[in-house]
């Protein structure tokens, strides 16, 4: 059973940028699709951004041009750059894999606990 780990949140202000990071727990695994959501309070959880082991990516409209997401595949890791953050973005982000343990092959679907990001002045 793999574990995603999450780092990087904390407080920043409207204007202001984060790294979030997300590892998985081991390399026995071969992540093809990897990504973010977010939950803010009272809303549904929604599509951040998803990259494919290629690199192909998607993001949501309300963070277009301002995250980007990006991965190392060998070290099983996505992280996401939040820049000119806005107090809509304050959040709990959660980082997601999807792909298949290399030596059973049997599929896997994990989730991260969340990491908290707060935007304010």
């Known amino acids: 059973q793999v574990q995603l780990m999450e780092s990087g949140g904390g407080l920043v202000q409207p204007g202001g940028s984060l790294r979030l990071s997300c590892a998985a727990s081991?390399?026995?695994?071969?992540?093809?699709?990897m990504g973010w959501y977010r939950q803010a309070p009272g809303k549904e959880r929604e599509l951040v951004a998803v990259i494919s082991s290629s690199g192909s990516t998607t993001y949501g409209d309300s963070v277009k041009g301002r995250f980007t997401i990006s991965r190392d595949n060998a070290e099983n890791t996505v992280y996401l750059q939040m820049n000119s953050l806005k107090y809509e973005d304050t959040a709990v982000y959660y980082c997601n894999a999807h792909g298949f343990d290399v030596g059973s092959a049997y599929p896997l679907d994990a989730w991260g606990q969340g990491t908290l990001v707060t935007v304010s002045s």
């Open positions: 081991t390399r026995m695994v071969r992540l093809n699709g």
